[in-house]
């Protein structure tokens, strides 16, 4: 009963905000291109839906790509860190001041330098998604339990058999929670890089959609678009949690 | 034989944790390090592995210096790998030392039944208890036939009831394999039960206190013994004596 109402919850609550808005929208008579209410929203959705559907595929073909990129890259560079405390030293502060600086401060630059607008997106969206992975995976590689690491060297292991047989397997979970906020991240990154590149005239992804919407007043095609991008986002931040719950589960579980 | 000569160790901190200890380990044997927390005994089976060095004395094995696989480690905790199954788990020093799985299956699964759990082989630890986690690791330790085995505290977690069995089970599989073996522990009950030979350690720096010959006679009335209490009392003494006060 209280775990239904639980679960419950977050509908209610956000049925019952949606109601309020939209009673409030038509009692005070809002007009749509101030604020439009979640029907003239799924209106405008229903009226386009061929569009930005095929914007948010864009927008996921680049979100996609770039989580790829980045756990590889990730993985890659905190193998790196973990073999040499030089590479540490070298990479570290590098991988930080990547991650602190504002993306949509250097995508302009990104975009001019490199041609293809697709890969710019990748470029730009791996910026801001590659941290997390690096720095969890760096994290788990780091944390492998010291009692194995002596049985292994008590055993005679190479580097290589305590890399492949404790250290990468320890360090999985890590991994994989670094994932899951990079999926996220890359959602993020690609869609201003988006809008980078869609104020320059490249047509393509739900950031477009948006900043076209905006210049035409289309309001609620723009709440629309916002709506896809929001859920695509919980879409991606769930199905990563489920990926990584079942390959544990799966792994470890009796 | 191995042969503890003068070792000390002081940490860089300069914590002494080790003073001029010297001690014989005789094949077969089983001998408790028998102290209170600080008194250095987990520190003395950390330089026994050579995975540390002393920073004074020496430690001589029969051929020099302990080789790959000759140690077999248990630690407080079953530390298992939660990915792999119990064999699997057990099978891990024979695999580091490049034997395949097939050459090596009997071994592994003789291994386990030692310790009890032939039938869980396939079981993954998550499925297991904690009593039989450490059955693993033991198993574990014993696979590659090691010439001494190091437990540090390894039932220290353990509940009481099955503390008794894996002790009395640990004994069988000494007096049946003949392993020499250093086991660390903080309890009397524990010393006076499983020891051929009790060294009582005393604290900061650690120093060997006492070094007696456990009287109590093999056999199944071991634990309710006339002797067994007289060796507690004994062991007492001996560690009032040394404890701070």
Not at chain 1, 48 to 63: C, E, G, I, K, R
Request: aromatic share 8%.
């Amino acid at each position: 009963m209280n775990r239904n109402m639980e679960r419950a919850a977050p509908f209610i609550f956000g049925l019952v905000g949606l109601g309020l808005w939209q009673g409030a929208v038509w009692w005070l008579q809002v007009p749509l291109y101030v604020l439009p209410g979640p029907v003239a929203i799924v209106a405008a959705y229903a009226g386009d839906y061929a569009v930005l559907n095929a914007a948010l595929l864009s927008t996921l073909t680049v979100t996609f790509a770039a989580l790829l990129v980045s756990a590889t890259l990730g993985v890659a560079l905190a193998l790196a860190m973990a073999a040499s405390n030089l590479a540490r030293a070298a990479i570290q502060p590098w991988a930080v001041i990547l991650q602190v600086t504002p993306v949509v401060a250097i995508a302009p630059l990104i975009i001019i330098w490199v041609n293809q607008p697709f890969l710019a997106l990748v470029v730009c969206a791996t910026i801001v998604a590659f941290f997390p992975v690096l720095s969890n995976t760096a994290a788990g590689l780091a944390a492998t339990p010291k009692e194995l690491l002596d049985l292994f060297r008590l055993n005679g292991a190479t580097r290589w058999q305590t890399l492949i047989l404790l250290r990468l397997p320890a360090a999985l979970p890590y991994f994989l929670a670094g994932l899951r906020i990079s999926g996220t991240l890359a959602l993020v990154g690609a869609v201003v890089a988006e809008f980078v590149a869609g104020s320059g005239g490249f047509a393509s992804g739900l950031a477009y959609r948006i900043l076209e919407a905006g210049y035409r007043l289309q309001i609620p095609r723009m709440f629309a678009a916002l709506v896809l991008l929001a859920l695509a986002g919980m879409a991606i931040y769930g199905v990563l949690g489920l990926f990584s719950r079942l390959m544990l589960r799966r792994r470890d579980a009796a | 034989m191995i042969v503890v000569d003068g070792v000390s160790k002081t940490f860089p901190n300069g914590t002494a944790a080790l003073d001029n200890i010297s001690a014989k380990i005789g094949e077969g044997e089983f001998i408790v390090l028998l102290g209170p927390s600080g008194c250095g005994k987990s520190t003395l089976l950390r330089l026994l592995t050579g995975l540390e060095a002393p920073s004074g004395g020496q430690i001589l094995w029969p051929e020099g210096a302990a080789g790959p696989g000759d140690i077999g480690f248990v630690f407080q905790d079953a530390t298992l790998m939660p990915w792999a199954s119990a064999a699997e788990n057990v099978y891990l020093p024979l695999r580091l030392r490049g034997t395949s799985r097939a050459e090596t299956r009997e071994a592994v699964m003789a291994a386990l039944a030692q310790v009890g759990l032939a039938e869980f082989a396939n079981a993954k630890p998550a499925a297991l208890s904690g009593g039989m986690k450490m059955r693993v690791s033991i198993a574990r330790a014993l696979v590659g036939a090691p010439k001494l085995l190091l437990m540090d505290e390894p039932f220290a977690a353990l509940d009481e009831f099955t503390r008794f069995k894996l002790q009395a089970d640990l004994h069988d599989v000494w007096r049946r394999t003949g392993k020499t073996i250093v086991f660390v522990t903080h309890s009397i009950y524990e010393a006076a039960y499983l020891a051929t030979r009790v060294l009582v350690m005393s604290a900061r720096p650690g120093r060997v206190a006492a070094d007696i010959i456990n009287p109590v006679a093999e056999g199944p009335e071991r634990r309710t013994a006339a002797d067994y209490t007289a060796f507690v009392k004994t062991l007492s003494d001996v560690l009032r004596k040394v404890m701070p006060t």
